[in-house]
């Protein structure tokens, strides 16, 4: 099978982060990624799943969620990944209006605006048997 050279990068960068974190807790339950990364480099997703929504929780409340993203940033930097694919994009937001869209869905859709377009997410595998019946497939679509 062909992985591409950006698929290569990111690869060893995630595992590299992985490393890194292996003696933290709560553990990584999984990682993957996908995307549009070898058309433009900002189409980039990386998930990092806990085993519970009380860890993720943990996580995000003791800022190893935040640590986690740095750390993900940095390592794919390192080895090699586009910078452009992490900077701010220039979009005033003050003008976006939004109807019938919950708050919380809001802040995502406006995050993923203004920050980087690289995108480090989180979740966990109890959210993925609930809501997809386990199905990665449907939970990540």
């Not at 290569?8 to 996908?34: C, M």
């Not at 959210?127 to 199905?135: L, R, S, V």
Request: with cysteine; hydrophobic share 35%.
């Amino acid at each position: 099978m062909f992985f591409s050279k950006r698929n290569r990068i990111i690869k060893r960068a995630v595992q590299k982060t992985v490393s890194e974190f292996s003696d933290r807790t709560p553990k990584i339950y999984e990682h993957l990624y996908y995307g549009a990364f070898d058309i433009a480099p900002q189409n980039l997703v990386i998930w990092y799943l806990f085993e519970t929504d009380a860890e993720l929780e943990a996580a995000r409340k003791s800022g190893f969620c935040d640590e986690l993203a740095e750390a993900t940033i940095r390592n794919l930097s390192a080895s090699g990944y586009p910078t452009d694919a992490f900077k701010f994009p220039d979009i005033d937001t003050a003008n976006i209006t939004f109807c019938n869209v919950p708050e919380e869905e809001q802040q995502d859709i406006l995050h993923s605006h203004i920050y980087r377009k690289v995108m480090v997410s989180f979740t966990t595998k109890e959210d993925i048997d609930n809501k997809a019946h386990g199905d990665y497939r449907l939970y990540f679509q």
